[in-house]
């Protein structure tokens, strides 16, 4: 069974840090696209980073580049999203997304580039 779990949210103070994973099941995560999304309270969901499967290249929203930084650790199975600086409007709820045949360059490439999600791990920034 495909699966993606995340884990790691929690409350934050401004300027401060956090490290979301996304532990996957069912499949060899190195092999597809991984995504991560979150939803702010009344807003749309937005794509936060990507980094794709064959070379790893990684993408960014404007709105973390240079804050949040993705990647893979493939002896766990697992990817992470490093969150350093963060701001009150980083507050969301942040989902690991991937896609099993396809590939994903752009964190804008929308939620339609992908096939499953994981339950979302909550992030709240606040002092």
């Known amino acids: 069974q495909t699966q993606l779990v995340e884990s790691g949210g929690g409350l934050v103070q401004p300027g401060g840090s956090l490290r979301l994973s996304c532990a996957a099941s069912g499949f060899t995560l190195d092999d597809y696209a991984i995504g991560w999304f979150r939803q702010a309270p009344g807003k749309e969901r937005e794509g936060v980073s990507c980094?794709?499967?064959?070379?790893?290249?990684?993408d960014y929203a404007d709105s973390v580049k240079g804050r949040f930084t993705i990647s893979r650790d493939n002896a766990k199975n697992t990817v992470y999203l490093q969150m350093n600086s963060m701001k009150p409007e980083d507050k969301a709820i942040y989902s690991c997304?991937?896609?099993?045949?396809?590939?994903?360059?752009?964190?804008?490439?929308?939620?339609?580039?992908?096939?499953?999600w994981g339950q979302g791990t909550q992030v709240t920034v606040s002092s």
């Open positions: 980094i794709s499967s064959k070379d790893g290249i990684a």
């Open positions: 997304v991937t896609v099993l045949d396809g590939e994903v360059y752009s964190a804008y490439a929308g939620v339609h580039a992908y096939d499953y």
